[in-house]
């Protein structure tokens, strides 16, 4: 009988722990998906990072995607608020110059929308970290406004 | 006594599990190994790279909507003819050409071709269920959504995010061979698309320029495909897509940097881009990269 609790206890541990993992992606963003408004949604990209260690580099992780010339992004992202990390977007270009970033450094402030009317057509740079190290989830958006 | 009842039980269950499998999977087998071509001590990509370049491939959402922003006319003609499906038996062909199906949902999504769209819903679903990976599609919201053209975006969301979440379980699950087929049937079916469509002079111009700017793409393309080129079937691909290369060195592609300006307005950060880029391209390599891609998409779509 024992063995048999022991045996639901595991069940269940695993499948509560898989259900927190993932509201980490797919309901985080349904829930940002109504931040699109009047863009057409174009792609999205699940953001987990774990705490900055101690003498260890910022945990980052970069995605590349096209920007066409003429057409204005409307890029966000939403975080999971059961974590502490509020994650900011930084954009780049080909040639690696820094466009925008969604973090206000001299106000410590968090931009909730960036529209980016595009005039250099390029393979940019999208690369997505948490304030102060800070472990996080989030998901990154980008949508055409039309 | 209360063993003897549950045995049969449990065995009739598995027997009916295992017999309604089989008759949900009447298609054939693949041919191809593709699912085991991973070998120890070859070199492949990090799953890490693959994540971060096969979003760096154009999303069929932009070329379609670009090409309708343009005054382009609608063309069922340019799409694979749904009937194709019966001829894809090697799990090569199933990638590519759920890529190519992919594309031609959304395309037909965009111009509001939503009722023919559902054959093309269903191809997407059986390849899927071909590479086992139909788990990511919702395809009863979908058939539903399908029904009125007010849900376009809601499709488009679907779709997108059902193609973005598939190609991350792909390269989780060291298939990015399979993802990057995907990603690849679906750029040679959007290029294969604005090079054919008939427009007006004026937008062509337009149009051109977007075709030449895939040169950059091409070129992360074939970085991804690179690390497979000796695997069967990869290599004539690869190949093809390298003389396809060739044709687009002729395109000419300017940038000038310039920092850009910031404008915030209710909450809202907007850039004003100071940069510029400038595509030269003749009609005369228009006219190569139109017939070069017309035939890597015979081969691809058979």
Redesign the interface.
Known sequence: MKKHYILLSLIFLFAFSGMSFSQCGEPLLNICHGKIENARFLRSWPIQLPKQARGETLPQVSFKMPLTSGNTYKIFACNDGDLPGKVIISIRNQNDDLVVTSFVIEQARHIPVIMFPVAMSGIYTFSFYFENGEEGCAVGVVAIAE | MKKKTTLPLILALVAGLIISGCQQNKRQEATDLLYDSKKEGELFLHM?MV???I?????P??MS??LQKAGVIYSQDLLNPAGNIDDYNTNFQRALNLGVYGTNLVYMNIYDRTLSTLRYLSNVRQLAADLRIEQFFDYETLNRLSESSRNI?SV??IT??GF??MS?YLIEQDRSNIAILISTGTWIESLYIATHVQTIPGNRD?IN??IG?QK??LD?LLLLLYAYREEPDFNWLFEDLMDLKKIFEDVK?S???A??T?Q?LN???????????E?IISDNTIEKIANKVAEIRTRVIG
Do not use: A, H, Q
Request: hydrophobic share 40%.
């Open positions: 890490d994540k971060e370049m979003s760096s491939v154009s999303n959402v932009e909507s670009l975006d488009l969301f997108n995010t973005d979440n991350r337009y320029m977007r700017e950059k793409v992360n592609i940038y000038v940097y920092e850009p910031m915030e909450g809202v950060l907007i850039v004003i881009d100071n940069s510029m880029s595509v």
